[in-house]
């Protein structure tokens, strides 16, 4: 085995170790790494590294931590840590799969809007860690003559972030604990969308629609505005379109346009 080989295997080991429930007893481990787990000193590693990991949950998950309180989180997302090791240094982005934890986790069975929330929380995590880019003016497609409206390609913001809920209002649950507001009116139970963006410095979000959604999904894939729009109509028969276009652009969810010619886009234009 190479020095390097042994490297790693010690550090998978001594990793497993800090979040197994029995560190000494953990299977796989080199005699080495189960008499460092014997010793008194190691359960300092293993406290620091578990509340480590769980306080980067409950950061990066305010809206879930506040639906559950804190003792159930705390619980829940120590299961999760023993699971999902860190893989990066800084724990900003820790907690990618939290959602798909939440929605196979028995407990959290009868909370079956909490993954939803799980993935707003994390919309906002990537929309504010993105990588800083203008925003599309609002007037970028003023003037464009009908052919090339259709032709144009709008490439989502790089801190752009969306998701469809098609039965459930995780968006205003996900609102309502995000901005801590209390005494609001009962929800009403249909399905919703979220837009979160960060084209003025900070992550700000709204409210969108199915047709929404999906002409952002469009536009994802490449595909000019004329069949972007034929999308959204089709997900949602009384789309407004011209209404969802200034409602897109005032918030900043393009950051850039390019025109599709002979099927092959032109380059991108600010």
Known sequence: MTMRAALTRFQDGFAQALLAPDPAAA???????AALARQPGFAVYRNTVM??????????????????????????????????????????????????????FEPAVELSYLPGVARLDRC???????????????????????????????HPHAAARWAWFADQPIYTIWQRNREARADEPEIDWRGEGA??????????????????????????????LAEAAVAA?????????????????????FGRMSRIRNDTPEEAQP
């Not at 299977?27 to 790494?33: D, K, N, R």
């Not at 989180?73 to 900003?92: C, D, G, K, M, Y």
């Open 27 to 33: 299977p796989g481990l080199t005699p080495e790494i």
């Open 233 to 253: 109509v089709e997900a949602q028969e009384d789309a407004d379109l011209a209404r969802l276009m200034k409602t897109l652009l005032e918030a900043g969810a």
């Open 195 to 224: 837009l979160l963006t960060r084209p003025r410095g900070v992550v700000e979000w709204a409210q969108l629609d199915a047709a929404g959604c999906t002409f952002l999904d469009a536009c994802t894939a490449g595909l000019p």
């Open 51 to 104: 509340k480590g990991c769980i306080d980067a949950l409950q950061a990066n998950y305010p809206s879930v931590a506040r639906l559950v309180g804190d003792e159930w989180f705390r619980a829940a997302a120590a299961i999760f840590a023993r699971e999902h090791l860190p893989t990066q240094a800084t724990l900003l982005y820790y907690g990618e799969a939290f959602a798909e934890f939440l929605a196979r």
């Open 124 to 154: 906002w995590t990537e929309s504010h860690a993105a990588p800083d880019e203008s925003a599309l003016a609002p007037t970028a497609l003023a003037g464009l003559a009908p052919e090339a409206l259709a032709a144009t390609v709008l």
